[in-house]
């Protein structure tokens, strides 16, 4: 069973070792808290596999500390890739590019490619560098279930079947990454995360939209990020039925003239009370976690406009309703 630790300097150097004798470990970073073993090792990577229940066809992606490990896991060293990395890393953006020879073909799902991403999380970043090795880490939770955004989140989904959880507190970004594919020089999103697509596209200028349905990078199938309890979207809470005692109520901000004073406090979380789109991201994962685990039976929840990290919430709740 696991146990959460403090991320302190000791703790921090033990799940280090853990990673450098094959093991893995659960760790917080801006984004979600992600499940990590070394990248080179193609054991670790089915421990993360085994241990979400993840499907072998859905690639992981690599985390590194600094640019010079580049080296060893990618052969694309082209300025889209400078570009992108000099603008956006440390943050959350994944870049998928040609995979190195160093990585093992569990970690890629068998692709030619290799998602890598430099955290900012400093407890993230002192791992990897302890650790002396990149680390190969999906989101700590069972495959499609909703992401990990503090480590009790963590522990009540794979506490059964991980042994360490490094708490780093509260992910402030809350969201998983962007990321976006380097081909002959096009930039194209794979999947909208915590950085909006506008600013990466004031750096390298179009970005392409994918125009394929596999799975080149994490998050790409059509329902993922689900709680157990259905989930319904509506335009606006102005659509939805609050006198109805079954459902849990997600709201985007409150509501033009309040909300109903018989509404319990149980079911209901709203993303931000003035509608920022910012603090909705970060809101959205602990939003949802709390309402799975109210009485209710089912979720309501209501749209965001899409656009900035609103693109990326909208991404997770209408993949969070098409399950089941």
């Known amino acids: 069973m696991a146990k959460i630790y403090q991320a302190n300097s000791e703790n921090i150097e033990m799940a280090a070792a853990i990673i450098r004798s094959g093991g893995i470990a659960a760790f917080p970073t801006e984004t979600v808290y992600g499940l990590g073993g070394s990248a080179f090792n193609a054991t670790a990577a089915a421990k993360i596999f085994e241990a979400k229940k993840r499907p072998f066809f859905d690639p ?23 570009e992108l990395s000099e603008n956006f890393w440390p943050g959350p953006l994944t870049i998928v590019v040609r995979r190195g020879r160093a990585i093992p073909d569990i970690v890629t799902s068998g692709l030619p490619t290799v998602a ?32 990990p955004t503090r480590a009790e989140h963590v522990l009540e989904g794979l506490g059964k079947n991980i042994e360490i959880i490094l708490d780093g507190g509260p992910c402030e970004v809350g969201l998983e990454s962007t990321i976006v594919k380097i081909e002959d020089e096009r930039t194209i999103l794979l999947r909208p995360g915590g950085l909006p697509v506008e600013e990466i596209q004031r750096v390298v200028g179009k970005i392409d939209m994918a125009d394929n349905t596999g799975a080149e990078a994490p998050g790409m199938l059509p329902y993922h990020y689900a ?15 609050f006198g109805d005692k079954d459902a849990a109520f997600l ?15 149980e079911r209901l979380a709203v993303m931000s009370s003035t ?9 959205v994962f602990q939003s949802l976690h709390k ?19 609103g693109l990326a919430v909208m991404d997770r709740l209408i993949k969070a309703s098409r399950k089941g």
């Open 60 to 82: 992981l992606i690599v985390h590194i500390a600094d640019i010079e490990t580049l080296k060893d896991i990618t052969q694309d060293t082209g300025k889209r890739l400078m």
């Open 116 to 147: 890598i991403r430099m955290p900012s999380h400093p407890v993230a970043l002192e791992l990897i560098r302890r650790a002396g090795v990149p680390i190969a880490a999906p989101s700590a939770n069972l495959f499609g279930a909703l992401s």
């Open 227 to 241: 709680p157990l309890k259905p989930v319904k979207i509506f335009a606006s809470s102005k659509d939805m039925d």
């Open 251 to 265: 709201l985007f901000k409150e509501p033009e003239g309040g909300l109903p004073d018989f509404l319990d406090k």
């Open 275 to 283: 509608g920022d789109l910012k603090e909705a991201a970060a809101a």
């Open 291 to 309: 309402l799975d685990a109210s009485s209710a039976k089912k979720i309501y929840a209501e749209a965001v406009p899409q656009e900035g990290l």
